[in-house]
Structure formats: C-alpha cells, structure tokens
C-alpha cells in the first residue's frame, strides 16, 4: 500500500470497507486507514472482496495474477486493475469472469493496449474497460511535467535523471 493504496483506502473508508493489504513491508498508511496487513498475496485474495492492484510492473509483478490467483478469490470477488495490463493475465482473467470463478473485473489497463475491439473483455456484461484515465488528474500531470523538466535540466548538465523512461529516450 503506497500512495496510490493509500489513496484507494481513504475512499473506501468512507463506504466502510475492511482495509486489507499485501505489500513487501507493512506500509507507512496502516494506521491512518486501520489496515490490515495480509503477509502473502493467498491470504488476500482468498479475504478480498475488492481486489484493487495499484502496483508497479516490475519482474515481480509481471503477471502477478493468473489462474492459480483468480482461483483463490470468492466468486462474488471483483478484481480492479490500476496498475499496468501486464500484472494480471488477461487470457485467465477472461476465462474466470467467463466460468464464474470471479464476479466481475474493472480494468482502467489491459494487456495488450489497447485492447482489439473485437477482444471477449468488450463483449462482457461483468467487465467495464476504461481508457487508461487513472493518471488524467491535474495533480498526476503536474507531476508528470515536473519530472519531465527535471529530467531535462539534468540529462542536459551531465546529472542522474530520476526516471529511466527519459533516461533512455535522451541517449
């Protein structure tokens, strides 16, 4: 539970929710959102009503849920992804909302993006797909401005830049 967790769970305080997370260590937030830390990802999913993954993709995470994953949540679950399209397994995901094993998915990313128009993910009453809005906040622009002119200054001064994406794209 980073920022992005930590923002998830403050909404879902005002709606009630239990508050549980897994992450590598237990999160700065836990007590100002009255987490509970899950020790492994099994234990989560298998409590989880919501499953909201807000990750980042890293070797790690790359396909972090799949069908063992899907398997272990409750059939009433709804799996929310935030994250990157690649974290969770799409051909498994279709077939879990597809056999019930799920109830439902909310997917703001998708693997590939865009998605074919033609994807079984588009036909789905139990899925709404989203265009990738999650960073379209003034906030997250700014910061991503920021980053960029930081970047910049220091790419053109001979400096460390702080996001590799830019690093490369200015070699």
């Known amino acids: 539970m980073g920022n992005i967790g ?17 992450n590598r260590r237990r999160s700065k ?3 100002a959102v009255h987490a509970q830390y899950c020790s492994n990802i099994e234990e989560l999913l298998k409590l ?4 909201v993954i807000a990750t980042p993709l890293t070797h790690q995470t790359d396909d972090l849920i799949g069908e063992r994953e899907l398997a272990l949540m409750k059939p009433t679950a709804i799996l929310i992804n935030v994250a ?10 279709v077939d879990a909302l597809r056999n019930g094993t799920i109830q439902a998915a909310g997917l703001d ?15 789905m009453e139990n899925v709404v797909v989203s265009g990738h809005c999650g960073i379209s ?10 980053q960029a ?23």
């Open 149 to 171: 002119v930081d970047n910049l200054r220091a790419g053109l001064s001979g400096g460390v830049m702080n996001n590799e994406l830019f690093a490369l794209s200015l070699k």
């Open 48 to 51: 989880s009503d919501f499953v």
């Open 84 to 93: 990157r399209g690649r974290v969770v397994n799409t051909d498994a995901l």
């Open 109 to 123: 990313v998708t693997e590939p993006e865009p998605l074919p128009c033609d994807h079984p993910l588009f036909k």
């Open 6 to 22: 930590y923002c998830v769970a403050q909404r879902a305080l005002g709606f009630r929710m239990k508050i549980l997370y897994h």
């Open 137 to 146: 906040t003034i906030e997250c622009r700014d910061e991503m401005i920021q």
């Open 29 to 31: 937030f836990e007590d």
